[in-house]
């Protein structure tokens, strides 16, 4: 970082690939922090800005896998930039379901198809590895996490480790290298998240089938486990905000915590 930080916010870029899928709830958290995001719509063309202007890199979730790199030539330019972020910059990385992923394709891991899609609000288990981590050392051995994914990194990049797991998906979140993280389930998540993502034509058709009888079920989950979500997304990110600090960012604003 140059000399001049002192003098400036905190930037944050943030990659979308769905107008939905926005940072959620993360994006007032680093607001409060200090930090002035400016999103980037992949998937409606938009080209990605000088990477050394930013001192975050959050990537968000979508409908497209990693692997469909024919139906959106996009995510090729996408994956060089996480790799030039995460290998040249080392500076703090921040995915979400579909970032997470990308994380792990871009960074020499595996993503793969699952058997069947996760969806809900299960329970997920830090690891030992993750009891460890400088941002998961912060959160309760086991958490509840909202899940709606139907890929998994099966293969965790070299240099990476396991942060958090569970029975359904072995990667529920991870770290490769010093500076990148990733999470599979949506920790953005807010009291209106459902019914956005709901209007999703991708979405609503696997919401419906996993759903039976009761359309109304996903939202009884989310809002029983809400403020704990809630709390759990104020740690992470005041962590990350930390490791801007710690890696020779922008000075710190008031604390999250």
Same mark, same amino acid.
């Given at each position: 970082m140059s000399d001049d930080t002192a003098s400036r916010p905190g930037r944050v870029l943030v990659f979308q690939h769905l107008p939905e899928e926005d940072p959620g709830a993360i994006g007032p958290l680093l607001t409060e922090a +200090? $930090?002035?995001? /400016?999103?980037?719509?992949?998937?409606?063309?938009?080209?990605?800005?000088?990477?050394?202007? $930013?001192?975050?890199?959050?990537?968000? +979730?979508?409908?497209?896998? %990693?692997?469909?790199e024919d139906e959106h030539s996009w995510l090729v330019t996408e994956k060089l930039a996480i790799r030039r972020w995460v290998s040249e910059f080392q500076r703090p990385y921040l995915g979400v379901c579909l970032g997470h992923q990308l994380l792990g394709d871009a960074m020499g891991g595996t993503v793969g198809a699952m058997a069947t899609a996760e969806i809900g609000v299960p329970d997920i288990m830090v690891t030992p590895d993750g009891a460890l981590d400088p941002i998961f050392f912060h959160l309760p051995a086991v958490v509840p996490g909202l899940q709606?994914?139907?890929?998994? %990194? /099966?293969?965790?990049?070299?240099? +990476?480790v396991a942060l958090a #797991?569970? #029975?359904?998906?072995?990667?529920?979140?991870?770290?490769?290298? /010093? #500076?990148?993280?990733?999470?599979? $389930?949506?920790?953005?998540? +807010?009291? #209106? /998240?459902?019914?956005?993502?709901?209007?999703?034509?991708?979405?609503?058709?696997?919401?419906?089938?996993?759903?039976?009888?009761d359309p109304k079920w996903l939202h009884h989950a989310v809002a029983a486990h809400l403020p704990t979500m809630e709390t759990n997304a104020r740690t992470l990110v005041a962590a990350l905000v930390d490791q801007v600090h710690t890696l020779g960012g922008v000075p710190l604003a008031d604390s999250l915590s």
């Open positions: +200090g $930090f002035e995001l /400016t999103a980037v719509e992949l998937d409606h063309g938009e080209a990605i800005p000088d990477l050394a202007e $930013f001192d975050i890199l959050l990537v968000m +979730g979508g409908p497209m896998d %990693v692997w469909q709606w994914h139907h890929a998994e %990194v /099966t293969q965790i990049p070299p240099d +990476g #797991s569970n #029975s359904a998906c072995a990667v529920q979140a991870m770290r490769v290298g /010093t #500076s990148a993280w990733g999470v599979q $389930f949506h920790m953005e998540v +807010g009291v #209106s /998240t459902i019914d956005e993502w709901a209007a999703v034509p991708e979405y609503e058709e696997v919401l419906t089938a996993a759903g039976g009888d």
